[in-house]
């Protein structure tokens, strides 16, 4: 399964309603955190979550509202006594800029820190990989796709009957090996199960311009996380940054199955928003709160909020 918690999902600044970027992904035991805008990790303790379980932090940009939360973290997680290792990945200048947080202040990290800058690269981990590609925002910036590896089909019974198999030792082998051999037939796993089921791909872009990369890497992607800070071009301005109409256009244009309207202005409300974007968006789109939780399992996604009944 996996959850997509939305810490801060506003631009520029935040305000009472909402704080700045930061997007936790947790898979497995792993918690892996997209941009840390300022206040982050209070963010985090509200949702629940602890930063001693982040492995990777993956930064969009160097813009404040991005990346001003990592002093907090690093400090909490010192302070907590952290032994593993944390990786840190960016765009170019990522070392630098890390290493500001890591000399600010009397004690340094007491745990090993990697840094890593990425243009555009493919990272194979445990279970998933990550892409980054650049996207067009006026300073070295990149985009990031969350890619779960694709998973065998379901043990089909009347196959399993059809080979004389039970649950036990000899599936197990099956499954580590590929193949075995019972009375004197190779039984492969693909003979006893239905079709491969893909892996959960998720794309959060950042900040950007209407960029034709983002649709070439978000194609029939389960979640598109687009900047989509403003309303109407003559808001935009000459900033780099998307409208709520161009986000969902790319949307349309890359078959993604649901769209999240990521990063609004502080001077919109989240109904004058949410109407407009109701108003141009001919895709499924959500237009996620802070602490809102999206999880997804066998395709399915479900949308609610972790402070439900709290407050």
């Given at each position: 399964m996996l959850r997509i918690y939305f810490l801060g999902t506003g631009g520029i600044m935040p305000n009472r309603e909402r704080n700045v970027p930061s997007i936790a992904v947790r898979y497995g035991g792993e918690i892996l955190l997209f941009d840390a805008g300022e206040g982050t990790i209070?963010?985090?303790?509200v949702a629940k979550l602890s930063p001693m379980k982040i492995d990777k932090i993956f930064?969009?940009?160097?813009?404040?509202?991005?990346?001003?939360?990592?002093?907090?973290?690093?400090?909490?997680?010192n302070l907590w006594n952290r032994k593993k290792p944390l990786h840190i990945y960016g765009p170019e200048h990522t070392f630098e800029f890390v290493q500001n947080f890591i000399n600010s202040g009397f004690f340094g990290p007491a745990f090993d820190i990697y840094v890593h800058e990425l243009g555009e690269a493919r990272l194979k981990f445990d279970g998933y990989e990550i892409r980054s590609f650049r996207v067009k925002h006026g300073i070295p910036a990149l985009g990031y796709?969350?890619?779960?590896?694709?998973?065998?089909?379901?043990?089909?019974?009347?196959?399993?009957?059809?080979?004389?198999?039970?649950?036990?030792?000899?599936l197990g082998k099956l499954e580590?090996?590929?193949?075995?051999?019972?009375?004197?037939?190779?039984?492969?796993?693909?003979?006893?199960?239905?079709?491969?089921?893909?892996?959960?791909?998720?794309?959060?872009?950042?900040?950007?311009?209407?960029?034709?990369?983002?649709?070439?890497?978000?194609?029939k992607a389960d979640l598109l996380i687009h900047d989509a800070t403003y309303l109407t071009p003559e808001d935009r301005g000459e900033s780099y940054?998307?409208?709520?109409?161009?986000?969902?256009?790319?949307?349309?244009r890359a078959k993604v199955k649901l769209?999240?309207?990521?990063?609004?202005?502080?001077?919109?409300s989240y109904g004058e928003y949410l109407s407009k974007a109701t108003e141009l968006c001919d895709v499924d789109f959500i237009v996620p709160k802070d602490f809102d939780l999206l999880t997804v399992e066998s395709?399915?996604?479900?949308l609610r909020n972790v402070l439900e009944g709290e407050l």
């Open positions: 209070r963010q985090m303790n930064i969009t940009h160097f813009h404040g509202d991005h990346y001003l939360g990592l002093g907090g973290l690093l400090q909490t997680m796709v969350f890619k779960e590896e694709d998973r065998r089909g379901k043990f089909l019974p009347e196959k399993l009957k059809v080979y004389g198999l039970e649950p036990g030792p000899l580590r090996e590929g193949q075995i051999e019972l009375n004197g037939r190779v039984i492969r796993l693909e003979d006893v199960t239905g079709p491969r089921r893909r892996g959960v791909k998720l794309v959060y872009t950042g900040d950007t311009a209407p960029c034709k990369r983002v649709a070439l890497f978000s194609e940054h998307s409208t709520v109409e161009e986000a969902c256009d790319v949307a349309k769209l999240a309207l990521f990063h609004r202005a502080f001077r919109y395709n399915r996604w479900e």
